[in-house]
Structures are given as C-alpha cells and as structure tokens.
C-alpha cells in the first residue's frame, strides 16, 4: 500500500478533510455536519473506554489531536511518513503530547493491550482482498484488552454509485482555500465487480486553473451483509452499526456503516 498523492500532501488532505476547529472550509453542509459529527463520535468512544486506545490508519491527526485534548492516552499509527509528521506538529500545536509510529495496519507489533482500537474514515477499505481485510482484523484481535472495543466506519454504496457511468465526471464537494478561493472536486469512478474495489480520480480546480491536481485512489467495497461474516471469521462480534455518526440506526437509506465490534467469546 503505496503513499499516493492523496496522502503525500497533509496540507491538502487538511483541506478536503479538515478537523472541526476547521469545518468552515468545508461548504457542502452535509460534509461539514458529517467532519463535525465524526469528530464528536470517536472522541466520546475513545473517552468511554477508559483505557489506552490505538488509532490506525491516523492520518495528519485530525481526531487523534482532539481525542489526547480529552485526556485519553493514544497512539497513532499510519503507513505515510508525512502525514505522520503533519500529525506531530497538529498534536503539539494543539497542546497534546502524542506518540506517532509508522505502521502497516496489516500486521503491527505495538505493546498494548489497547481498550479500544479505532480504523476511521475509510482507512479499512484501503485493504483490498479479504486476505488483508483479515489480517488486519486478527492483528487487531491480539492487541485487544479483554472487553476492548474495534471501532470503525466504512461507506454503504448504494448501487447507482457502483454503476457510475466512467467517462462522465460527478461533482463531490467544494473547499474554500484560503490562497486559491473555492476549489471545486469532480470525480470520475469505475467499479471491478470481481474484486469489490472502486477505481477513483478526482478533479481539483480553482479559479483559472481548472484541473489543476489530478488524485487517484482505490477503495474496497464491503457490502452490510458481507461484513458481519468477514468480522466473525477473525473472531469479532458486530455489536453496534449505526447508519451515521450520529447513532441513528443502520437501515437501506444509510450512507455509512459505523461499527462498533469486540472479541467473540
């Protein structure tokens, strides 16, 4: 699993998925309400565990830094060096003392064990074989405490995303940058239905410069009645899944699977 360009700039993976002390930038209110949302969510799970947590795949930070604020002692593991960097200056701007490692969330050695062990916003679907999926789901088993909680989020697609006409582009969402104006984000997608992975480059344009970064990244699908089974055969129970951070419950109409898992007995 490769750094690509989404994660080799912090700066701009920060744009497009701020922290909520930034959402304003963010002008699609549906994404706003969602980066607020998120935060709330992790940071109250991350509190009621009540013991050390491991945040995979942590990115430049945005809810590590909030949830060490609320004095939860937390490590943060991500494959990218840069963004592990952009994650140390956050956490020290923002007041916190945070351990950062490198880490491939496939197989991972940390001394734990850990109360609850997050993978949010996606990260989960980076893993795209069930092979790895599993993987990274008994590594995470093994680091559990007894009674520790696996928390993650993952997106429901709907059908019509996954019959997506590949040439025509499809708007996303719209970013206020602070050197450029509003930049907008399109993107075209193209889905293997034999390998569950979703084929995706987004367009980036400002002002004048239509065009003018060009992302391309891959994500696994995992279907709602897929993913119990994939979490049983590591040896997890899905206690909770919720349709959106929010806790409302998970039905056909929701956009996210939010799950909340712990160790089978």
């Given at each position: ?76 593991a991500d494959l990218s060096e840069s963004m592990l960097a952009a994650a140390r200056a956050k956490s020290l701007a923002a007041g916190v003392q945070v351990q950062f490692v490198p880490a491939d969330m496939r197989h991972f050695d940390f001394s734990g064990p850990f109360a609850a062990i ?148």
């Amino acid at each position: 699993m490769p750094e690509d360009a989404l994660y080799d700039d912090p700066a701009l993976y920060d744009l497009l998925f701020p922290p909520a002390i930034a959402a304003a930038t963010v002008l699609d209110k549906e994404r706003r309400e969602r980066m607020l949302s998120s935060e709330r969510f992790y940071v109250e799970t991350a509190r009621e565990s009540g013991g050390r947590v491991l945040e995979l795949g942590c990115g430049s930070g945005r809810l590590t830094a909030p949830i060490a604020q609320q004095g939860v002692d937390i490590l943060g593991a991500d494959l990218s060096e840069s963004m592990l960097a952009a994650a140390r200056a956050k956490s020290l701007a923002a007041g916190v003392q945070v351990q950062f490692v490198p880490a491939d969330m496939r197989h991972f050695d940390f001394s734990g064990p850990f109360a609850a062990i997050l993978i949010t916003g996606n990260s989960l679907l980076h893993l795209h074989s069930t092979a790895e999926l599993k993987q990274c789901l008994l590594c995470v088993r093994r680091h559990l405490a007894p009674g520790g909680r696996l928390v993650f989020d993952v997106s429901k697609w709907d059908l019509n995303y996954l019959v997506r006409d590949p040439a025509q582009r499809y708007p996303v969402q719209t970013v206020l940058d602070p050197r450029r104006g509003e930049i907008t984000i399109e993107e075209t997608t193209s889905y293997d239905s034999a390998a569950q992975v979703r084929h995706i480059t987004w367009y980036l344009s400002a002002p004048g410069a239509p065009d003018f970064q060009i992302l391309e990244y891959h994500l696994r699908v995992i279907f709602p009645q897929e993913l119990p089974l994939l979490l049983e055969s590591a040896g997890f129970r899905l206690d909770q899944r919720y349709g959106e951070f929010t806790r409302i419950p998970f039905d056909s109409a929701s956009p996210r699977q939010v799950c909340i898992c712990s160790a089978a007995d």
